[in-house]
């Protein structure tokens, strides 16, 4: 069997997608894994400087209940001024029984707000880069006072600063090691797709399907490739079929092509005779001297020939769409010819000599044949036919009147004598 040599480009190729898939999803869960240990150190570092505050503050409280049973401002000064061991206070303060400021401390060096004018409730108090402490000073069991220390969070945000760029580095390196084993553990996967894809590519273009793809591993790939080398068979296999049903279609259209020819050839000299001969029929309506008119079941007008109009002294235009029955009858005739029409209608042939009107209320001898046109229950109209028989009639009256005369002279003759 033929093999694909086809080449497709490798710009987002499933290789690099999956390379991608790989980065993305080490990034994110050692981002993850850095922003958790990031919130935990932080909220960690807050809690222990909490409690150290807490410690400090109950130790230097319990040193000042001498300095504030006695009054001795200095002395609790001195006992506050040993806060500056601790780096991360800016200010301190004690406070009396009556909450007033007794005695203070400010971290040399530093900025510190001002302090408060009286003690809050107990407790620990969080602001935008301070912590502060409200804490009682015991004294035999009576309240004597309350100390108020003041922490800055530098070595906090310090401390994050370097955590983050550890992290940096620990994600830089993270990544580059991934990507390195990433490039290289996903051709196992996008290898034998992309071989795939260059089969499927070279089956598309070339239209040949008896190219197969190789299989080379057991696997979900594996099986998706022996279901596309079953399915190449079945298409080469119709593909084939196909060819011969289209041979043989040509074959047949061949021979129904000669035979539709012949039959164009026979339906074309059919239509010139059916065209000869109407146009000898219209011309013999045309030309006839005999009045023909053509009317719908509903007794409108549909056709007359020139001698209709000659007749009748109508125009076309005054003929065509209106009813015959209103435009050669009069009131004289009317009956007669609605008794023709009914008679018509049941499928006889009426023949009859009578008058009819003219569009200037004239009458004219005709004789008259009427034809139905449609199968009975189906009638579609009728022809009629006219002739003006006005001379003969006249020669008829003349005859008759030559032939009376004529009867009439023995008769003379014999009274004479």
Avoid at 305 to 328: C, H, V, W
Avoid at 356 to 372: I, T
């Amino acid at each position: 069997m033929a093999k694909a040599d086809m080449r497709i480009p490798h710009g987002g190729s499933i290789g690099q997608k999956l390379t991608r898939v790989i980065l993305i999803t080490c990034g994110v869960s050692i981002l993850m894994a850095c922003t958790v240990l990031a919130a935990y150190d932080f909220f960690t570092f807050r809690t222990d400087l909490a409690k150290l505050l807490i410690q400090t503050g109950g130790t230097t409280g319990a040193n000042s209940t001498a300095a504030l049973s006695f009054g001795d401002a200095d002395s609790a000064r001195e006992i506050l001024s040993s806060l500056g061991a601790q780096n991360n206070i800016v200010q301190a303060c004690i406070f009396a029984r009556d909450g007033t400021i007794f005695a203070s401390y400010a971290r040399p060096g530093s900025h510190p707000g001002s302090l408060p004018p009286s003690p809050s409730p107990d407790g620990i108090v969080s602001t935008a880069g301070h912590v502060a402490l409200f804490q009682p000073i015991w004294l035999n069991g009576e309240r004597i006072g309350t100390i108020y220390l003041d922490s800055d969070t530098q070595d906090l945000y310090k401390r994050e600063w370097h955590l983050a760029e550890i992290a940096l580095i620990a994600v830089f390196g993270s990544f580059v090691t991934a990507y390195l084993l990433a490039a290289r553990l996903q051709r196992s996967i996008s290898e034998p797709v992309r071989q795939l894809a260059e089969t499927v590519s070279a089956v598309s273009l070339g239209k040949d399907y008896s190219i197969r793809a190789t299989k080379s591993s057991e696997d979900e790939i594996g099986s998706l490739v022996d279901g596309f080398n079953v399915m190449l068979d079945r298409i080469h296999e119709r593909e084939r079929a196909l060819q011969l049903a289209r041979d043989d279609l040509e074959v047949r259209v061949s021979e129904r092509t000669s035979e539709l020819q012949k039959e164009i050839a026979e339906r074309k000299h059919t239509e010139e005779e059916l065209e000869e001969r109407t146009a000898f029929f219209n011309s013999l309506i045309e030309n006839s001297p005999i009045a023909i008119v053509a009317v719908g079941i509903d007794d409108i007008v549909q056709f007359c020939n020139p001698a209709f109009e000659t007749m009748f002294r109508y125009r076309q235009a005054d003929i065509i769409g209106k009813s015959l029955l209103k435009l050669i009858t009069n009131s004289e005739v009317r009956s007669e010819v609605a008794t023709n029409r009914e008679d018509l209608w049941k499928g006889k042939v009426i023949h009859t000599v009578s008058k009819r009107a003219r569009s200037d209320g004239s009458l004219v001898d005709v004789e008259a044949f009427s034809v139905p046109l449609g199968p009975s229950g189906h009638r579609t109209g009728a022809v009629m036919q006219y002739q003006d028989i006005t001379k003969r009639k006249r020669a008829e009256e003349a005859l008759l009147r030559a032939k009376e005369a004529a009867e009439a002279a023995p008769r003379a003759s014999f009274w004479q004598i």
